[in-house]
């Protein structure tokens, strides 16, 4: 198992304002991905990143892999209520131990 | 991307029984895992169900206590066996395309153990 770590656990902020999640490992991944989960449902993927140092944009997120392929980032610019959710790091099958985000109107 | 189907979606079952939980694929798929969540935390993997094989179980897990089956690509069971309070979770079938460690998530089953 590898481990993934996940700051912060919990996270409420406001509308409008802007966060960054970080995801850490002491191990290399050939691929990192990041999904989100809403309650009552299932993951769903968000992007998946491959290359040290790449940076996806999706919209108002922002994801990067660190360049040695241990860590990775995301942010979030403008978050809005719909961003809430509990959002997970994964190297492939191993998840990180999540981080939950709160966006209060 | 695939879509994941799972029966029952929520169960309230007494401690000793057993339960068998149903993962449905709309398409072939090689590689189908089960999972285990506690509401809000991360998901632990609890096996790799093979098809025509025997699932590879994570450390922490057993087959006499999680039985598997995958008789086809697009199908698998896990059982949750002699049940008790802590066995109460969500559990979570995902399947993986061909993407490198993409992974599409059922609905998941909530379990409650009386």
């Known amino acids: 198992t590898q481990l993934l770590e996940q700051s912060p656990q919990f996270l409420s902020i406001q509308e409008g304002e802007n966060l960054t999640v970080y995801c850490n490992s002491s191990s290399v991944f050939s691929s990192l991905q990041w999904y989100r989960q809403e309650p009552g449902e299932g993951p769903v993927l968000l992007v998946t990143v491959v290359t040290g140092g790449e940076v996806k944009k999706l919209k108002r997120l922002t994801f990067q892999f660190g360049d040695a392929r241990k860590d990775s980032s995301l942010h979030i610019t403008a978050a809005q209520p719909g961003d809430t959710g509990l959002y997970l790091c994964?190297?492939?099958?191993?998840f990180g131990t999540g981080t939950s985000l709160t966006v209060i109107p | 991307s695939a879509v994941i189907s799972q029966k029952p979606s929520r169960d309230i079952c007494q401690r000793g029984t057993s339960l068998t939980i149903q993962c449905q694929v709309d398409s072939q798929v090689t590689m189908m895992f089960w999972y285990r969540q506690q509401p809000g935390q991360s998901l632990t993997l609890i096996a790799t169900a093979n098809q025509g094989s025997e699932a590879t179980y994570e450390s922490g897990f057993v087959i006499d206590k999680f039985p598997i089956s995958r008789p086809n690509l697009t199908f698998s069971t896990l059982t949750v066996s002699n049940m008790s309070p802590e066995d109460s979770s969500i559990y979570l079938c995902s399947v993986s395309t061909t993407t490198v460690g993409t992974q599409y998530f059922g609905p998941g089953t909530r379990l409650l153990v009386l």
């Open positions: 994964a190297g492939g099958v191993y």
